[in-house]
């Protein structure tokens, strides 16, 4: 029986603190909450400033020459001179040819080294050394 009994005193206490968390979030976010400003009946501070509780429309406002720029159209971007594009297009083609260069200078390289080329090379050598070696063995001695 007092097992029962506690079970509904901490669910009350848990939805008392759950309903005080929103009421406080409710009260300091969403409606603005404590300006940190002392204010008196009238809504001005001690300054003589207007304080708004919610925070809405303070601040400093923008001029009317403010606000007109904010929706003034930005010049058109104009073209550039002949004379300019001709050079832009020297210098792209000044690159694409210089790495197109490349790319044919590294094939040309790879294209010489064929591995066909350097085995044939290579069997060759083998094939000299043994016939200096031959040469080079006594003929009757049976060491070797």
Avoid: C
């Amino acid at each position: 029986a007092e097992y029962m009994g506690i079970i509904p005193a901490v669910k009350s206490d848990m939805f008392s603190k759950l309903k005080n968390v929103w009421k406080e979030f409710d009260d300091k976010i969403l409606k603005g909450g404590d300006t940190g400003q002392t204010t008196n009946a009238n809504g001005m501070n001690f300054k003589g400033q207007r304080v708004d509780p919610r925070r809405f429309g303070s601040g400093v406002h923008p001029t009317r020459e403010q606000y007109e720029q904010a929706f003034r159209l930005d010049p058109e971007i104009r073209m550039q001179s002949r004379k300019l594009r001709m050079k832009n297009w020297g210098y792209l083609a000044l690159f694409t040819g210089w790495y197109a260069g490349v790319i044919l200078f590294i094939m040309y390289r790879l294209r010489s080294d064929d591995l066909e080329t350097m085995e044939k090379d290579a069997m060759q050598r083998i094939k000299i050394q043994k016939a200096v070696k031959e040469s080079m063995r006594p003929p009757n001695d049976s060491r070797y």
